[in-house]
T-cell receptor, first 113, second 111 residues
């Protein structure tokens, strides 16, 4: 029944490790996104994919690599984790790129120690 | 760089009060202004405003956009404790799907 789901919900790991966060949407949407929400609650776009094609790639360290195996999934892999990567990461989807609202997943709280 | 500014950042009211949340934006190739409500987890969509001067309503919530003055307001009448949340506004550009979010207004409604 869940529209946009993410796993895991919580992730605690040490500096230098590599981790992945998975996102799936069952809404039949064409466009998916990754956002980072820091401690000040600002939501900032990181990446966007439209039908498996990368369309937004903000100024994000190249330790972050998104992968979209199909249009219902958008995963985020992070290499060599740093303390500053600690945040809540939200996945979102929208029906199309331009005219539609975005629906958010429950978030993954990443804590790097 | 695109910018969205919300005010106030924090607001504490009593149940039954009416509140107005403000959002001003500077978004290149602006298309729409979106409002979201964020409680503990995911932001949930409230409104998307594309045309100036047309009020959108959903129950006790309403919102309007002024594209000349580049701002939007979100009104909540007869507030309830369940309205306590962070309210986020975001500007959407025409050419793509990028949303630029404001910092949010933390609304606390006390019984």
């Amino acid at each position: 029944d869940t529209a946009v789901s993410q796993t895991p919900k919580y992730l605690v790991t040490q500096m230098g490790n590599d981790k992945s966060i998975k996102c799936e949407q069952n809404l039949g949407h064409d466009t998916m996104y990754w956002y980072k929400q820091d401690s000040k609650k600002f939501l900032k776009i990181m990446f966007s994919y439209n039908n498996k094609e990368l369309i937004i790639n903000e100024t994000v360290p190249n330790r972050f690599s998104p992968k979209s195996p199909d249009k219902a999934h958008l995963n985020l892999h992070i290499n060599s984790l740093e303390l500053g990567d600690s945040a809540v990461y939200f996945c979102a989807s929208s029906q199309a790129r331009t005219t539609y609202e975005q629906y958010f997943g429950p978030g993954t709280r990443l804590t790097v120690t | 760089e695109d910018k969205v500014v919300q005010s106030p950042l924090s607001l504490v009211v009593h149940e039954g009060d009416t509140v107005t949340l403000n959002c001003s934006y500077e978004v290149t190739n602006f298309r729409s202004l979106l409002w979201y409500k964020q409680e503990k987890k995911a932001p949930t969509f409230l409104f998307m405003l594309t045309s100036s001067g047309i009020e959108k309503k959903s129950g006790r919530l309403s919102s309007i956009l002024d594209k000349k003055e580049l701002f939007s307001i979100l009104n909540i009448t007869a507030t309830q404790t369940g309205d306590s949340a962070v309210y986020l506004c975001a500007g959407k550009e025409t050419s793509g799907s990028r949303l630029t979010f404001g910092e949010g207004t933390q609304l606390t409604v006390n019984p």
